[in-house]
C-alpha cells in the first residue's frame, strides 16, 4: 500500500513584456506542462504560490490560474519575488504542494523560457 503525501512541484517561466495577455500565455503554458507531465488533479492540489519579479505587475498569476478548468477551488497566492542584483527579469515562479501516492522524485518540475537557466538539471527531463 502506497501512503498519500503532500508532494512539491516547482516551475518557472519568463515573459516578455510586463503585459496581461504576455504574463496569461506563460502562466497557461507552465500550468499546462506541470499538468501533462504530473499526476496532479485541480482535486488534489494543496496550495499553490505563485511569485513574480518586481518587473511585472500587469496582472496576478493567480487569476489567470483560477480561471482553468476545476482550479475555482484551488487555495492561490502571489508574492513578488525577492530582488537580487544581476537575477533573471520578467520571471514567473510556481511552487505547487499536492496530494500525491508518487515519491518526490517522479514529481516533474517545469522550467521553461528564460528560466531554463535557473534549473538546467530539472529543463524539460521528460522530453
Same mark, same amino acid.
Given at each position: 500500500m502506497? %501512503?498519500?503525501?503532500?508532494? =512539491? !512541484?516547482? /516551475?518557472?517561466? +519568463?515573459?516578455?513584456e &510586463? $503585459?496581461?495577455?504576455?504574463?496569461? %500565455? =506563460?502562466?497557461?503554458?507552465? @500550468? %499546462?506542462? !506541470?499538468e =501533462? &507531465? &504530473?499526476a496532479?488533479?485541480?482535486?488534489? !492540489?494543496?496550495?499553490v504560490?505563485?511569485?513574480? +519579479?518586481?518587473?511585472? %505587475? =500587469? ?7 483560477r *480561471? ?5 477551488n484551488?487555495?492561490l @497566492? ?7 542584483k /544581476? ?6 515562479r510556481v511552487?505547487i504542494?499536492?496530494n500525491?501516492? $508518487?515519491? *518526490?522524485?517522479e ?6 523560457? *528564460? ?5 538546467p538539471?530539472?529543463?524539460?527531463a521528460r522530453?
Amino acid at each position: 500500500m502506497v %501512503d498519500w503525501k503532500v508532494r =512539491a !512541484i516547482r /516551475g518557472a517561466t +519568463t515573459v516578455s513584456e &510586463n $503585459s496581461s495577455e504576455a504574463i496569461r %500565455d =506563460a502562466v497557461c503554458e507552465l @500550468l %499546462d506542462v !506541470i499538468e =501533462a &507531465n &504530473n499526476a496532479c488533479p485541480p482535486e488534489d !492540489i494543496v496550495s499553490v504560490t505563485f511569485s513574480v +519579479t518586481p518587473d511585472l %505587475d =500587469a496582472i496576478f498569476p493567480a487569476a489567470i490560474a483560477r *480561471q482553468r478548468p476545476r482550479w475555482e477551488n484551488v487555495p492561490l @497566492l502571489d508574492v513578488q519575488q525577492m530582488y537580487v542584483k /544581476g537575477s533573471l527579469e520578467r520571471c514567473i515562479r510556481v511552487l505547487i504542494h499536492v496530494n500525491s501516492q $508518487s515519491p *518526490q522524485s517522479e514529481m516533474y518540475h517545469a522550467y521553461l523560457r *528564460q528560466a531554463r537557466s535557473l534549473r538546467p538539471d530539472w529543463h524539460l527531463a521528460r522530453f
